[in-house]
């Protein structure tokens, strides 16, 4: 392989904007429960106080989510905060007992262990990457436009 076209080892972006990706166990259909949704929203919108990181837009499906989300200075890691993430929002979710599913009735957890994330390298790719995921309940057949799916959103305006 000629040295001219080797892959970056490492990119430096300054205050990136990470696109998140995570799946509850099993893909089980639950999150689009608007009493499930209500908790991981209100999880994202304290995610700044709790853990250094500001959540943007957000697209909520019935077996995954997808967020945007930049770290603060002195922000947690990314996968910690995630991780802190998921284990707030299970314990929420599993408190309420609603809707009763296989994991709150045996203990097993809400997410799938791992998650996807990328970097976003402009503005462009933010305005790209939020277009196509809003997209995805229509896409999906849940709904004719994007407008008319109840769970999506954004807690704070993120910019590159």
């Given at each position: 392989?000629?040295?001219?076209?080797?892959?970056?080892?490492?990119?430096?972006?300054?205050?990136?904007?990470?696109?998140?990706?995570?799946?509850?166990?099993?893909?089980?259909?639950?999150?689009?429960?608007?009493?499930?949704?209500?908790?991981?929203?209100?999880?994202?919108?304290?995610?700044?106080?709790?853990?250094?990181?500001?959540?943007?837009?957000?697209?909520?499906?019935?077996?995954?989510?997808?967020?945007f989300?930049?770290?603060?200075?002195?922000?947690?890691?990314?996968?910690?905060?995630?991780?802190?993430?998921?284990r707030?929002?299970?314990?929420?979710?599993?408190?309420?007992?609603?809707?009763?599913?296989?994991?709150?009735?045996?203990?097993?957890?809400?997410?799938?262990?791992?998650?996807?994330?990328?970097?976003?390298?402009?503005?462009?790719?933010?305005?790209?990457?939020?277009?196509?995921?809003?997209?995805?309940?229509?896409?999906?057949?849940?709904?004719?436009?994007?407008?008319d799916?109840?769970?999506?959103?954004?807690?704070?305006?993120?910019?590159l």
């Amino acid at each position: 392989m000629h040295k001219h076209l080797r892959r970056l080892d490492r990119i430096w972006v300054k205050d990136p904007v990470y696109f998140i990706t995570t799946c509850t166990y099993r893909r089980q259909p639950i999150l689009t429960d608007d009493s499930i949704a209500a908790v991981l929203v209100d999880e994202w919108q304290s995610a700044r106080d709790r853990h250094g990181w500001v959540i943007g837009r957000y697209v909520i499906m019935p077996d995954h989510v997808h967020f945007f989300c930049s770290a603060e200075l002195e922000a947690k890691p990314l996968a910690e905060f995630v991780g802190a993430w998921k284990r707030w929002t299970s314990r929420r979710v599993h408190a309420q007992g609603q809707p009763r599913t296989a994991s709150s009735a045996t203990g097993r957890p809400l997410w799938q262990r791992e998650f996807f994330d990328h970097v976003l390298r402009s503005s462009e790719s933010y305005s790209e990457k939020w277009n196509y995921v809003r997209d995805n309940p229509v896409r999906a057949g849940f709904v004719a436009t994007a407008d008319d799916w109840k769970h999506a959103g954004e807690v704070e305006r993120l910019t590159l």
